[in-house]
């Protein structure tokens, strides 16, 4: 059974960088044909997707976030993390992690979800 944990500060000031940490366990970030993603719930709004990490470590973006997002990983811990620059309170939402399947295009392993507030 796969399991992802978000972690990170849960208060951001504005103009500073948002950075959260998804660790895996019950499988590998480089185990073939899995992608691993962040997604994003704003207050009253739906699912935003913002990037991902391949299995081979290349990143894809969504163009709306783009500037201002990274993802990056750390095989020898198990981790993915996500680093969102520049934010405004339009960054407050709850952050997912999740794993997706290249083969089925479903993400079928998700994070709890940590709240994050942009607020001065």
């Known amino acids: 059974q796969v399991q992802l944990q978000e972690s990170g500060p849960g208060l951001v000031k504005p103009s500073q960088t948002l950075s959260l940490t998804c660790a895996v366990s019950g499988g590998s970030i480089t185990t073939d044909y899995y992608y691993w993603s962040w997604i994003r719930q704003p207050p009253g709004k739906g699912m935003e997707w913002i990037g991902y990490?391949?299995?081979?470590?290349?990143?894809y973006y969504s163009p709306s976030l783009k500037s201002r997002t990274s993802i990056s990983r750390d095989p020898s811990k198990n981790l993915f993390t996500l680093q969102l620059s520049s934010v405004t309170p339009e960054d407050t939402a709850v952050y997912y992690c999740?794993?997706?399947?290249?083969?089925?295009?479903?993400?079928?392993?998700w994070g709890k979800g940590t709240q994050v507030t942009v607020s001065s």
């Open positions: 999740a794993r997706g399947s290249a083969g089925s295009g479903a993400m079928d392993y």
């Open positions: 990490i391949t299995y081979s470590g290349i990143t």
